[in-house]
Every structure is written in structure tokens, then in C-alpha cells.
């Protein structure tokens, strides 16, 4: 930015928090609304970090794993894919786009790892960078959403206001290169420097775009009450990462899912949700019956919608 325009975009930071988010409400869907929500269940290949990273799982098995098991769509996740951060070849690209199809699945999104709190400006403009290409990736797979992140630093709550202003200008950019390229831009809330509900509706009402949302992690909502955190945040959900457990004071515990079925269903999202496992041990053993909670708990909501 230049640097008039950048001192103006600070200076408004907190008229812009107060702001309304286009193209998401802070209200609750009515009933009828509710009802009418329509979900796609989704495989996060985070699932499988173990077996990709190491070598023994490619995201084609990924993808004919979600096939056979009854999964609407996959998230390709970048950082899967060979060369990362380099993107890949077109090439690549268009064979996983041809394989899902072929297989009736939808891709529901994808995601790489970025850092827009490093205090090196070189750091952050590469990554920004980094972000853009990754998005026109994302076009040409068909993925309506890539999923970044702010940054991991905890930050002193002194220098929370200029850093989130850092982070806005760096997203701001890369959200109008995806509105370029029909792709939402999304911050999943990570337990990093966003933390809170509250922290990421600040940030999404800072740089206020109808092409930026929220990947909902339920798993990393652990500052507050999860539950009502989730909540809170589930209005500006452009896609979620529907998770097992989520630890509170050091302590693991399974994620109710019934009562996120019911947040989520009260929600105006409707689409994609991916779940995502995180327990140690085989994801071809482990997927499959948490999937299955996960359409019951769902099924079982709808019913009383």
C-alpha cells in the first residue's frame, strides 16, 4: 500500500471492527431457513498427514478413499502435493481435478500455510506471494475456497491492534486476487494468534470482503467456552473442519456432535463439511466410523429442524 493510503487504512481500523460483513449476516437463520440447509460432507487430507508426509498414501489414494467410503467431496490441501510450496504442474493439477469427477466427488477446498505476523516484511510479501499462486492453483482444481492463516506468533496485547492491521493489509490483497480468480479466501482459526471468536470477526470485518470468510476449526476455539465460541463465530463460515476433540486446559475431550450438528444447522452456512481426524494410528481404520457419528449426529438434527 502506499503509505497515505496505508496510514488511512489504519486510522480506520476501528470504524471498519464496528462495520457489518458484507455477504454474511451476525443473525440467526429462521427456521424455515434452518430446515432448508443442505450439507455435503467432506474429507480434510489433514486426516491423512501421517501416511502422506511420510510416503505411504498419495492424494490419488486419498481421493479413491473417499469415494469408496461415501464422501461428497475431498480438501485437497496444498502442502500434499509434491513440490509444495512450489505449486504444481498444471498437469498434476488437472488429473486430480479429472479423478474426482470420475469419481463423483467434488473438491470442497484446499489450504497452505502462510504467515502474515513475522515481523520480516520480505517474510510477509513472499508469503503473500505465495498465497496468490496458490490461489490460481485453487482455480484451475475447482476449489471454491483456499484456507490460510494469519499467523503463529502470540502477540503482547499492546501491539495486537497494529499487527492486525499488518495481517488485514496482507489479506486484503490476496482476498481481491481471489475474487480475481473466483476464489473465497478464508482464515482458519487456528489457536495462534487468533485464538477467539471475537479476534477473527475483527479481522474479518477489517479487511470486509464478500470474497473473505472463516474456516471454522471447531477444534481450536479453546480460549473461551468452545461451544458458544462456535456459535459466535458460525455466521462468517465460508467452510468448517469438523473435528473429534478439542483439548481445554490440557485436557482432550470428544467433540459432542449432536450439539455442534445443531449450531451448525442453525447457521446460514450451508455446503461443505469437512471433517478431519487427529488421533494417532491408522486413518484408513479411523475415518470411516467417525464419519459415521458425524452423518448420524447430522441426520438426527435435520430431523428436528
Not at 473435528?243 to 455442534?260: I, S, T
Request: net charge positive; aromatic share 10%.
Amino acid at each position: 500500500m502506499p503509505a497515505l493510503h496505508r496510514r488511512n487504512f489504519l486510522r480506520s481500523m476501528p470504524a471498519f471492527a464496528s462495520l457489518p460483513l458484507p455477504g454474511f449476516s451476525s443473525n440467526r437463520a429462521d427456521k424455515g431457513a434452518a430446515a432448508s440447509n443442505r450439507f455435503k460432507l467432506s474429507l480434510n487430507a489433514y486426516s491423512f498427514n501421517a501416511p502422506l508426509t511420510g510416503g505411504k498414501a498419495t492424494l490419488d489414494q486419498v481421493v479413491e478413499f473417499c469415494a469408496a467410503n461415501g464422501f461428497d467431496a475431498v480438501d485437497l490441501t496444498g502442502y500434499y502435493f509434491p513440490g509444495y510450496p512450489q505449486t504444481p504442474s498444471d498437469e498434476y493439477v488437472y488429473h486430480l481435478k479429472k479423478k474426482t469427477h470420475q469419481l463423483g466427488l467434488s473438491v470442497s477446498g484446499t489450504g497452505i500455510r502462510n504467515d502474515f505476523v513475522q515481523e520480516s516484511k520480505e517474510a510477509r510479501a513472499a508469503d503473500e506471494m505465495l498465497v496468490k499462486k496458490w490461489i490460481e492453483t485453487a482455480a484451475k482444481l475447482g476449489a471454491p475456497v483456499i484456507r490460510i492463516y494469519t499467523g503463529k506468533a502470540l502477540v503482547d496485547e499492546s501491539v495486537r491492534e497494529k499487527i492486525t492491521a499488518q495481517v488485514a493489509e496482507h489479506i486484503h490483497s490476496c482476498v481481491e486476487w481471489g475474487k480475481a480468480h473466483g476464489v473465497l479466501v478464508a482464515i482458519q482459526n487456528h489457536n495462534d494468534f487468533i485464538k477467539t471468536a471475537g479476534q477473527a470477526i475483527q479481522l474479518l470485518k477489517l479487511v470486509n470482503s464478500e470474497w473473505f470468510g472463516l474456516v471454522l476449526d471447531t477444534g481450536s476455539f479453546v480460549t473461551g467456552e468452545p461451544y458458544a465460541e462456535i456459535a459466535l463465530a458460525a455466521p462468517y463460515a465460508v467452510n468448517w473442519q469438523v473435528k473429534e476433540k478439542f483439548a481445554v486446559g490440557g485436557q482432550q475431550q470428544n467433540m459432542d456432535l449432536p450439539r455442534l450438528c445443531k449450531i451448525i444447522r442453525d447457521s446460514t452456512y450451508r455446503g461443505f463439511l469437512p471433517i478431519e481426524t487427529l488421533n494417532p494410528g491408522d486413518p484408513f481404520v479411523i475415518v470411516p466410523p467417525f464419519l459415521q457419528q458425524v452423518k448420524q449426529a447430522l441426520a438426527a438434527v435435520m430431523k428436528t429442524a
